[in-house]
């Protein structure tokens, strides 16, 4: 069992950064590829990056990648998300999830956390 929280969302004007923390509970967390994922209201949720256990090995979507950087550190049972030139069209609850392999499909992750909103301001 894994639990996440994110942290670190909030208000920001175009061009300008953020950085999301996904804190996991559990002796396992390395063990675990883990992605982040985003919702904007009235869509979909989609794929933002994913990287994996060791973190060797990352994933963007074409609309983040170069901007986006996913990165983790096991000693501190944490994943993060770099965001930079954030958009307007970056505006979402943006959430990190935990899975066995690092895909780009959502139903491959068995654990999530409740998300942190993301608000970028044209």
């Known amino acids: 069992q894994v639990q996440l929280v994110e942290s670190g969302g909030g208000l920001v004007q175009a061009g300008g950064s953020l950085r999301l923390s996904c804190a996991a509970s559990?002796?396992?967390?390395?063990?675990?590829?883990m992605g982040w994922f985003r919702q904007a209201p009235g869509k979909e949720r989609e794929f933002v990056a994913t990287?994996?256990?060791?973190?060797?090995?990352?994933a963007y979507a074409d609309s983040v990648k170069g901007r986006f950087t996913i990165s983790r550190d096991n000693a501190k049972n944490t994943v993060y998300l770099q965001m930079n030139s954030l958009k307007p069209e970056d505006t979402a609850v943006y959430s990190c999830?935990?899975?066995?392999?690092?895909?780009?499909?959502?139903?491959?992750?068995?654990?999530w956390g409740q998300g942190t909103q993301v608000t970028v301001s044209s």
């Open positions: 990287i994996n256990w060791r973190g060797g090995s990352t």
């Open positions: 559990g002796r396992t967390f390395s063990s675990y590829a």
């Open positions: 999830a935990a899975g066995a392999v690092p895909t780009t499909a959502s139903y491959t992750y068995n654990y």
